[in-house]
């Protein structure tokens, strides 16, 4: 029996840049669909640049219909300031995606690194290049947006898994 296509919005949050990336998932096959970066005016307040964020998800969810949603987990540095505006934006994005209906996967930079390079502590530019290599016509992205892929893929990877994971959790 064949596996269903399915579609992957894979999201990299920030407050001032949020990437996103599209995928289809044909049994092991791969493929682009779009990529983009939402960036909210940085002189708005932050209720208003949490909407725009909102907005701008809902918007990329009713234009392309993802089957299944996963966004990177939020990386705890020293600066608690950063960390909270980060967790701001990922709560937004999660509730956005919630309220379309989409269960939300969602993975730690060192794995999606992993998924996607081979490397877990690979750095920006060995992403994008990976990218290019596993999603041809991605063409030249910014990072958000290639990041947000590199998300999307390590989705396909691992979907199996979390899915597995969401309906024992259900079942409990």
């Known amino acids: 029996m064949a596996a269903l296509a399915i579609t992957i919005l894979g999201l990299d949050p920030g407050l001032r840049h949020t990437g996103w990336g ?3 998932q044909d049994g092991n096959h791969l493929s682009y669909i779009a990529a983009g970066c939402v960036s909210p005016q940085s002189d708005l307040s ?3 640049r949490l909407r725009e964020l909102a907005e701008n998800i809902a918007d990329v969810v009713r234009q ?3 089957d299944e949603a996963a966004i990177e987990e939020t990386f705890v540095n020293q600066n608690a300031l950063s960390a909270l505006k980060l967790g ?4 937004a994005a ?3 995606l919630a309220q379309a209906g989409l269960t939300v996967s969602e993975y730690a930079a060192n794995r999606i ?3 996607v390079t081979g490397h877990g502590h690979a750095d920006k530019a060995q992403i994008q290049a990976m990218i290019g290599m596993l999603l041809p016509g991605s063409g030249k ?8 892929l590199a998300v999307a893929i390590t989705h ?3 979907r199996t898994h979390a899915a597995l994971a969401v309906r024992m959790a259900k079942a409990k």
């Not at 992205?141 to 947000?148: F, K, S």
């Open 94 to 96: 999660i509730l956005t």
């Open 113 to 115: 690194k992993q998924s």
């Open 64 to 66: 392309y219909v993802p």
């Open 141 to 148: 992205l910014v990072t958000d947006a290639a990041d947000a």
């Open 22 to 24: 599209l995928i289809r």
């Open 88 to 91: 701001q934006a990922r709560g």
């Open 156 to 158: 396909a990877h691992h």
């Open 46 to 48: 932050m209720a208003e």
